[in-house]
């Protein structure tokens, strides 16, 4: 009885590790994904370095007075509630 039970569970393993694929497979994978990760970290590295770059350039610009008249409508208008009209 309990022999048969662990040929059962040695097929099961068998069976998943057919799935799965040799370790080679897995560690072929496994250093796919990490060089994937490095270069991902590489470019979130450029990318902060880029934008404290472009924020440091355009500071100045932010600080000049806009020459454009301001046409954009008050937003208070928009956060007022609707008037709630209650039937007696």
């Given at each position: 009885?309990?022999?048969a039970a ?11 590790k057919i ?70």
């Amino acid at each position: 009885m309990m022999e048969a039970a662990e040929d059962a569970h040695r097929e099961e393993i068998q069976k998943v590790k057919i799935e799965i694929g040799d370790d080679s497979e897995m560690r072929e994978v496994q250093s796919m994904m990490q060089s994937i990760s490095e270069q991902m970290y590489q470019q979130s590295l450029v990318l902060s370095e880029l934008s404290k770059k472009i924020g440091q350039k355009s500071l100045p610009r932010r600080e000049q007075p806009s020459k454009l008249p301001d046409t954009s409508l008050p937003t208070v208008a928009f956060l007022q509630p609707e008037p709630k009209i209650s039937h007696m």
